[in-house]
């Protein structure tokens, strides 16, 4: 079988695509005829899922692009590549910091304004340049919203360089927990952020919660001076808010990755075009990673780094294994065992895992005739509570 692949966009990194082999063609059907998407951040959430789509690899870490309950309701995995990008981020926020603090964005404005020779250039630096004294960020309290694979590299990172670290995740992971240095200081109200940093990054999903933390209320509680960024989504700031606590001097710089015409010709805000993860290295690593995901889901069944369905590795040694999408209700299980029975069939080996209204089930069966497997999948096909089914042949 070959598995249809259809990149959506023109930035997937075509070297990434080359871990997918031979079983897999790439943009040599319609979107209708895919069996999987391969994406960036485009916008998916007007768009109609074929019955053929399988799944959507997110090259990327954001998902908020997807309709990812819509997806799960019509059986299709979503994944995503999560820190293949990370380091990329971790970057430019640490670039963007020192771009603020040393008043980098005024101060090249205001030379590219100083004409004549480069004797009367030299001259008006020498005389000028104090206005954009800037300041240093070691010793500095920076405060992270947000410790996940961005966040945690950010934190110990700022650490290095000097920084004193606070972060605030009521919902960090036990694997991103164990790799933040000892020295960055866990917070448990975000209010601590916005009152002690003098640095500000957000890198959280966009969220009820996350939408426009960025915004008046928290605001009123920071520091005069502070540099405060976001790279994460945009609509975690609130625009108007940010111009009004830079007119009355609170917020030094603003760096953002999202933009609006609403920060041009500031001097004090700075933004680059979602250029966050845009790294070579970055756009390899995710697409590898979505890539792979996509491989391992349609040839094996396996469902690694979805968003939308728990991990489910196991091998397969059977002759067959039925793959299902089914609602998270009870009974199910016993549904499905008791339809295998109907048609005497030896269940080698069960997998069921639910996340949220719906599961997945990994059947593999101790059955070479393909008659009464095809009869089976008719069953499965016919019962409300499943939405898909699938057949892996080993
Ligand atoms: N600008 C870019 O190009 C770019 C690139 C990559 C990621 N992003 C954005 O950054 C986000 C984070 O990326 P990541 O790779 O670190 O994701 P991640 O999933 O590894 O980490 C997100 C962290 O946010 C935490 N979190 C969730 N809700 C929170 C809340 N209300 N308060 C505090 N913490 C909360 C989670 O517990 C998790 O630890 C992505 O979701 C995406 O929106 C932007
Ligand atoms: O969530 C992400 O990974 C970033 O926003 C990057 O998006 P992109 O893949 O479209 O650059």
Redesign the pocket.
């Known amino acids: 079988m070959v598995y249809q692949i259809k990149t959506i966009g023109n930035n997937i990194d075509q070297k990434g695509l080359s871990e997918l082999g031979d079983q897999f063609a790439i943009d040599q059907v319609t979107e209708e005829k895919a069996h999987a998407f391969l994406c960036r951040?485009q916008n998916f959430h007007t768009y109609k899922f074929s019955e053929n789509l399988l799944a959507i690899g997110r090259a990327?870490?954001?998902?908020?692009n997807i309709p990812v309950e819509q997806c799960s309701s019509q059986g299709i995995v979503v994944f995503n590549a999560?820190?293949?990008?990370?380091n990329?981020?971790k970057e430019?926020v640490l670039a963007m910091m020192i771009f603020g603090s040393r008043n980098l964005k005024p101060a090249n404005k205001w030379l590219s304004e100083q004409l004549g020779s480069d004797q009367a250039i030299d001259l008006a630096v020498e005389k000028g340049k104090k206005a954009f004294s800037g300041s240093e960020i070691a010793g500095k309290t920076i405060g992270i919203?947000?410790?996940?694979?961005?966040?945690?590299?950010v934190a110990n990172d700022a650490e290095k360089l000097g920084m004193k670290v606070i972060g605030?995740?009521?919902?960090?992971?036990v694997e991103?927990a164990w790799e933040i240095s000892s020295h960055v200081k866990r917070v448990t109200q975000?209010s601590d952020i916005f009152e002690q940093a003098d640095y500000i990054t957000?890198?959280?999903?966009?969220?009820k919660?996350?939408r426009g933390?960025y915004g008046a209320e928290n605001f009123a509680k920071m520091k005069k001076g502070v540099v405060v960024l976001n790279?994460?989504?945009d609509e975690i700031t609130d625009k108007d808010a940010v111009l009004e606590y830079i007119n009355n001097g609170t917020i030094q710089h603003f760096a953002t990755?999202?933009g609006s015409e609403k920060f041009y010709h500031q001097d004090a805000i700075f933004v680059?075009p979602?250029?966050?993860?845009?790294t070579a290295e970055?756009s390899l690593n995710c697409t590898r990673m979505a890539a792979n995901s996509l491989k391992r889901y349609l040839m094996t069944g396996e469902i690694i780094n979805s968003v939308n369905f728990p991990r489910v590795v196991q091998e397969l040694n059977s002759p067959y294994r039925i793959t299902l999408i089914n609602k998270n209700v009870p009974n199910v299980v016993a549904n499905i065992a008791a339809l295998v029975s109907e048609q005497s069939i030896n269940i080698a080996n069960i997998v069921n895992r639910g996340q949220g209204e719906f599961a997945y089930t990994l059947l593999d069966l101790d059955e070479s005739n393909a008659d009464k497997i095809d009869a089976l999948v008719d069953q499965f096909k016919a019962n409300e509570n499943i939405v898909r089914v699938r057949v892996i042949q080993r």
């Open positions: 951040a990327g870490a954001g998902f908020n999560p820190g293949g990008n990370a990329a981020v430019l919203i947000g410790l996940g694979n961005i966040g945690s590299r605030y995740d009521p919902y960090i992971a991103r975000l957000i890198h959280t999903p966009l969220t919660e996350t933390m790279f994460a989504r990755d999202f680059t979602h250029l966050g993860g845009s970055a």
